[in-house]
């Protein structure tokens, strides 16, 4: 089992900034992959950053160059610093982990941290 652990979230005004933080506990798993997405209540959760084990990014479109994802190998830490946050950046941020066991990769999801930007 992978259990995630989120910080960070809260209220910011626009155009201010702020880091999530997801720490991973873990045992005889591998990480291959560590990211954020996000939900807007009534609305699908989408991707909004990704860094995979070789520590390769994607970001969605709208978060490039305001957003950026880093990994913390060491520590089984993932951080996303949002800078430039827009009002439309507002939702639960959740951190996602996809981790390796005797061949079979699992998916395991934080427990969603609130990020409300007002405008």
Not at 87 to 112: F, H, I, M, S
Request: glycine share 10%; with cysteine.
């Amino acid at each position: 089992q992978v259990q995630l652990v989120e910080s960070g979230g809260g209220l910011v005004q626009a155009g201010g900034s702020l880091t999530l933080s997801c720490a991973a506990s873990r045992s005889r798993f591998s990480i291959n992959s560590m990211g954020w997405y996000r939900q807007v209540p009534g609305q699908q959760r989408e991707l909004v950053a990704l860094v995979k084990e070789g520590h390769s990014t994607n970001y969605a479109d709208s978060v490039k160059g305001r957003f950026t994802i880093s990994r913390d190998d060491a520590k089984n830490t993932v951080y996303l610093q949002m800078n430039n946050l827009k009002p439309e950046d507002t939702a639960v941020y959740y951190c996602n982990c996809n981790a390796w066991r005797a061949g079979v990769l699992y998916e395991y999801w934080g427990q969603g941290s609130q990020v409300t930007v007002s405008s």
